[in-house]
């Protein structure tokens, strides 16, 4: 079974390595899809945050995890690569009532397709990558969020090495 772990990942933090370990484990082939277009003013390009993850899928020894990218609807590439599941990791509450929404919105737009939520683990269940970045940016450790490489490239990135 074929699932899709959607996200923008700017860039991949410990926090979605856990939720793609844990779904590697459970399904045949995991395929993480990173959003092109967001409206989010990212970091990194799309190019580099799909360098970041190869990196960690290497790091992490997972055989079964391709990346790909999307734009537009994500019903739209789910079709398109032949997967009716999407997982989406849940952090806290606050994450819950959007989740749903989308979830519904989707399953609206595409019969049949399912989103499964995974619960963060407790240590990574207050981060995301806008707080590390912003912890980056004044030279505080991110070494609990993000991995060396994905550190050091934040730092390049931030305040030139
Ligand atoms: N651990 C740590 N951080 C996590 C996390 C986890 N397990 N899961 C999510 N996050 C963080 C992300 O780093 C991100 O942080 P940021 O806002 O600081 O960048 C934040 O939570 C939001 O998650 P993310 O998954 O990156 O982006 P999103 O919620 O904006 O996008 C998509 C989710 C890509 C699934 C959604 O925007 C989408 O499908 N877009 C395409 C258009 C579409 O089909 N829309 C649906 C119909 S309206």
Same mark, same amino acid.
């Given at each position: ?6 996200g ?37 390009? &799309?190019? /580099?945050?799909?360098?970041? %993850?190869?990196?960690? +899928?290497?790091?992490? @020894? #997972? ?6 990218s999307?734009?537009?609807? &994500?019903? /739209?590439?789910?079709?398109? %690569?032949?997967?009716? +599941?999407?997982?989406? @990791? #849940?952090?806290?509450i606050?994450d ?10 989707n399953s609206?737009l ?7 939520? #995974? ?20 030279k ?22």
């Amino acid at each position: 079974m074929k699932v899709i772990y959607p996200g923008s990942f700017d860039p991949i933090t410990k926090g979605h390595m856990d939720i793609i370990e844990r779904i590697s484990d459970k399904f045949d082939e995991v395929v993480v899809a990173v959003l092109v277009n967001s409206e989010k003013n990212n970091l990194f390009t &799309l190019e /580099e945050r799909k360098q970041l %993850i190869k990196q960690e +899928i290497k790091d992490y @020894g #997972l055989k079964n995890v391709t990346i790909e990218s999307f734009d537009g609807l &994500l019903i /739209e590439f789910a079709k398109k %690569i032949g997967s009716k +599941i999407i997982v989406r @990791g #849940l952090r806290a509450i606050s994450d819950y009532e959007y989740e749903l929404q989308i979830a519904h919105i989707n399953s609206k737009l595409y019969e049949g397709l399912e989103t499964i939520f #995974l619960v963060s683990k407790a240590e990574y269940s207050y981060i995301s990558s806008s707080v590390v970045k912003e912890v980056a940016s004044y030279k505080g450790d991110i070494s609990t969020f993000v991995s060396e490489n994905v550190a050091e490239k934040i730092m390049d990135k931030l305040i030139g090495g």
